[in-house]
């Protein structure tokens, strides 16, 4: 997300920063680049006005223009306002009893699995969720809900087959949610392809009945200028106490975000950034401006690697490194974990200026099925040869390869390169160098060891594969 925008701004911010003494006339025509990629992002235009127009007032004092770095100067103004633009600080939800939150928008934005993520986030979080289903026009929405509710073991109430009356389904969950000693109810309403007046009408009505503390519009922010509309709308009928933007994984531009929070003004409360269950994260407004000025956002990083590698499992892989033990069985851990972290370019675009590496990169570099075939070698192994590859010569490659559907030069390029790693694992200094060798994703027949390489690449070039601290979580 924001990609698009970010390069703009940092295009322009670096001619700033090579100036050596600013003008009015230089800020004006850096403003005027910065009016021009913010309404190529689909920022809606009434907004980018205003949003250049506060940071104009800003940047023209005598004490920017004159001071030791004027560009850095307006640089810092231009991220403050971007920070208030969406929202200043992070708005938690209010689950005051009785928590009821009610989830509203058009088809396609991503409501029924929304509730489900949102749910599976409060459950995590010690508290005890509801899922109720409202949606009784769309086909399979109702058993939508129940699947997903099935797989965070969440209670989920159901109305009957053929119901028609949205008012009676919520009086009949209200009695449900009683017995089930739950602490926060979520209602997964209906939607439509436009906003309609039908809609509108029964949303009311149930927003009426349900009274909740928190009515949450789910958008897409792929649909650009459209949403802020839709946003508008929806306040307009029921006030919305809030904002979950989804897919931004899926679009580079991100106006969405920037204008649906201006023009409501209700804040954004979370995003959505991919398909599975746990891809849903708080909105941060200063991490966000941070991420499209291509500061990154380290903290929000750490947090999805917490959250999603077990560091029991993570501290005896190492240790195994360390001591020369690593084989097969714990290369096939390990590319789960990674797995486990979802998108791999999601998650590296939170690291400084990685939209400038990114386009270092071979071509297919985040090819997630270079890992599943090379996850498939590993799988037609036997414990003994994981554990032991040494002894998978000629027949048993080909017995791998035939059983994975890889070819012999694939199966010999991975046991090189494992051979290569489990060499240099004693040696903590020579792991840039091993990433190296491990050779770039786009290269060879198997690119690399399971996508490994592409990540080893990344990370030499993020230096040298460090983390804070020292350690890397991999």
């Not at 993520?117 to 995590?124: C, I, N, Q, V």
């Amino acid at each position: 997300m924001f990609s698009s925008l970010s390069d703009s701004l940092d295009k322009t911010f670096r001619n700033l920063r090579g100036v050596g003494r600013l003008s009015e006339k230089n800020v004006a025509d850096a403003l005027r680049e910065v009016r021009i990629a913010l309404l190529e992002a689909d920022v809606e235009f009434g907004v980018a006005k205003d949003f250049i127009g506060k940071v104009s007032a800003k940047s023209m004092g005598e004490d920017v223009l004159k001071s030791i770095k004027p560009g850095e100067q307006i640089i810092k103004i231009f991220s403050d306002e971007l920070s208030a633009l969406l929202g200043g600080d992070q708005a938690p939800l209010d689950l005051n009893p009785p928590a009821r939150i009610l989830i509203c928008g058009l088809n396609g934005a991503g409501k029924t699995t929304t509730s489900a993520k949102l749910a599976r986030r409060l459950k995590k979080e010690g508290r005890r969720p509801l899922l109720i289903a409202c949606d009784l026009y769309r086909p399979a929405a109702i058993d939508q809900l129940a699947t997903l509710a099935k797989q965070i073991d969440v209670p989920v109430y159901t109305p009957a087959a053929g119901e028609t009356d949205v008012i009676k389904v919520a009086k009949d969950a209200l009695v449900w949610a009683e017995q089930q000693n739950g602490t926060v109810l979520i209602f997964d309403t209906a939607g439509r392809q436009e906003i309609d007046e039908k809609l509108i009408v029964e949303l009311k009505r149930l927003h009426d009945f349900v009274n909740p503390k928190e009515t949450l519009l789910v958008a897409d922010a792929a649909t650009g200028q459209q949403a802020v509309s839709v946003a508008q709308h929806f306040d307009e009928a029921v006030g919305i106490t809030g904002i979950i933007l989804t897919k931004l994984d899926g679009d580079a531009r991100g106006g969405a975000a920037l204008s649906m929070r201006a023009v409501t003004g209700k804040p954004i409360k979370f995003a959505g950034e991919g398909e599975k269950l746990d891809q849903l994260f708080e909105f941060h407004p200063d991490r966000m401006a941070d991420r499209i000025l291509g500061k990154g956002d380290i903290v929000s990083m750490v947090e999805q690697v917490a959250d999603k590698v077990n560091e029991e499992d993570a501290m005896r892989s190492m240790k195994r490194m360390q001591a020369g033990k690593f084989d097969f069985t714990d290369f096939l851990d390990q590319m789960k974990m990674i797995q486990n972290l979802g998108p791999l370019e999601g998650l590296l675009g939170m690291m400084p200026g990685f939209n400038k590496i990114k386009k270092q990169l071979p071509a297919g570099a985040f090819d997630t099925k270079k890992i599943k075939r090379t996850e498939a070698i590993v799988l037609s192994m036997t414990l003994k040869e994981r554990s032991h590859p040494e002894i998978i010569k000629g027949s048993r490659r080909q017995r791998i390869a035939a059983g994975s559907g890889t070819t012999v030069m694939e199966v010999n390029q991975l046991l090189k390169q494992f051979g290569e790693m489990r060499k240099m694992m004693k040696s903590p200094g020579k792991m840039g160098a091993m990433m190296k060798q491990m050779g770039a994703m786009g290269g060879g027949a198997g690119g690399g060891l399971g996508g490994m390489g592409g990540m080893g690449d990344i990370m030499k070039k993020l230096g040298g594969g460090k983390f804070p601290g020292g350690k890397s979580p991999f």
